[in-house]
């Protein structure tokens, strides 16, 4: 039987895998193929890296454009959490669709369907699978086809944290490798990027819930040789959907443009910088347009500004002028390293809901070289062990390659498989 199972160790950096800090990570490298050049979406945020896995597009395409956005209800703009557990279906409401492109759940439910367990925020999970063409479990509710809630005893009841993790694990490959053998899997793990907005990059407790994150993807990787031995034809992925930076500082956006004169207050609805961590979405009310320029004058001068992109630009960073987006800001970063060694500092937009961003902690959402540069490993048909492929691959690569693997049609994604004939693979020194 042919299968796809796609673990996601969320947060995880490239430069983070080793043999003393990963080593079951490492292990599996040597019988994978590892994408040295691998890149995520912008903003590098979960619940918008999970909508561009789940639909081989990128943001412009399906329509979600941060972790947090406004959308225009009633011709207003309206600041929005993209991880509350109602956001997608509030969505439809008001927009006419959750995604506006079809998950790899929809693609794969004519030929046995897909199943997600995830720990990371409602937002993100759902994304997987708005409108309910397969399973998706979650510690928020979890839902059967159609979006019918499971029954009480089948739904998964786990913190966020280590032992969340691992007890979602074990079930992960108990219930869902091993007895009910759908074509599409996804297990995405909540560690080790909850840790990292809690602690420092490379400090003892960050590295110990990295090992307890990497042993957790051991388990998968292990169940999977012995479903392949008893004779499964399995693509297994392991990546992650972005890396972090350490938060060196805050920005209010909104009350510089109110200092500036360029927003009528901070909770004025017509100029909105949206937090995105270490990104902002800014939105002009459509009667607003006149300003504009006067924005971009703005923001072009700003020292905490690392790039900006207007609605002419947004198409470079996969992202449209749509529902009053204007601009959007990467902050600025550097190679800075922190008190414990790990390069890449970045400034984050302060969030108008939410917590704050702790400082000395880890944060993403930008174009920043650490945020940008998750990694991947895959193993299977198509994909050399122990290879190094060298040229960009992209998180929206990720469901053609599913669907290349179960013989499906991927026509209409941004992202191509990543397969290729085993004889034009070269292997090069990890």
């Not at 993790?165 to 759908?182: A, N, Q, S």
Request: aromatic share 6%.
């Amino acid at each position: 039987m042919r299968r796809v199972v796609i673990v996601t160790l969320d947060g995880l950096r490239g430069d983070m895998i080793s043999e003393q800090t990963t080593p079951k990570l490492v292990s599996f490298a040597r019988q994978a193929e590892r994408f040295a050049d691998y890149r995520t979406v912008f903003p590098s945020c979960t619940r918008v890296v999970s909508a561009s896995l789940a639909t081989g597009c990128y943001p412009a395409r399906h329509g979600l454009q941060g972790n947090s956005v406004a959308l225009l209800e009633n011709g207003k703009l309206a600041l929005r959490d993209a991880g509350d557990p109602e956001f997608l279906q509030h969505k439809r409401r008001v927009t006419g669709t959750s995604l506006a492109m079809p998950t790899l759940a929809q693609r794969v439910k004519a030929v046995g369907g897909a199943i997600i367990f995830s720990n990371v925020s409602p937002g993100a999970a759902y994304a997987q699978d708005p409108d309910g063409h397969g399973h998706v479990y979650h510690r928020a509710g979890s839902f059967g086809f159609g979006r019918v809630p499971v029954a009480a005893g089948d739904r998964l009841n786990v913190s966020l944290d280590v032992e969340g993790d691992r007890h979602m694990t074990e079930r992960f490959i108990d219930e869902v490798l091993l007895p009910r053998r759908l074509p599409v899997a996804v297990l995405w793990l909540g560690e080790p990027d909850h840790i990292q907005h809690e602690a420092p990059l490379g400090s003892p407790e960050h590295l110990a819930v990295l090992a307890a994150a990497d042993a957790h993807a051991g388990l998968v990787t292990s169940a999977v040789e012995q479903l392949r031995a008893a004779g499964d034809d399995i693509l297994l992925r392991i990546g992650s959907d972005h890396g972090h930076q350490t938060v060196t500082g805050v920005v209010d956006i909104d009350a510089e443009f109110v200092m500036a004169g360029l927003k009528e207050s901070e909770s004025s609805n017509d100029v909105m910088a949206v937090s995105n961590g270490t990104s902002a979405l800014v939105y002009v009310d459509p009667d607003r347009t006149h300003a504009l320029p006067a924005l971009r004058t703005f923001l072009t001068s700003r020292d905490w500004v690392g790039a900006v992109f207007g609605s002419d630009e947004l198409a470079q960073i996969g992202q449209k002028p749509e529902g009053g987006l204007a601009f959007a800001v990467s902050m600025a970063a550097s190679e800075a390293a922190n008190a414990f060694g790990v390069p890449g500092a970045s400034l984050v937009a302060e969030p108008a809901t939410g917590k704050s961003d702790r400082l000395g902690c880890g944060q993403h959402g930008g174009l920043a070289r650490y945020e940008q540069t998750p990694f991947l490993m895959v193993s299977g048909p198509g994909f050399q062990p122990g290879a190094v492929r060298r040229g960009v691959a992209r998180i929206i690569d990720i469901a053609p390659t599913a669907l290349a693997h179960l013989g499906l049609d991927a026509t209409g994604m941004d992202g191509a498989p990543l397969q290729r004939p085993m004889a034009s693979t070269q292997t090069e020194e990890t």
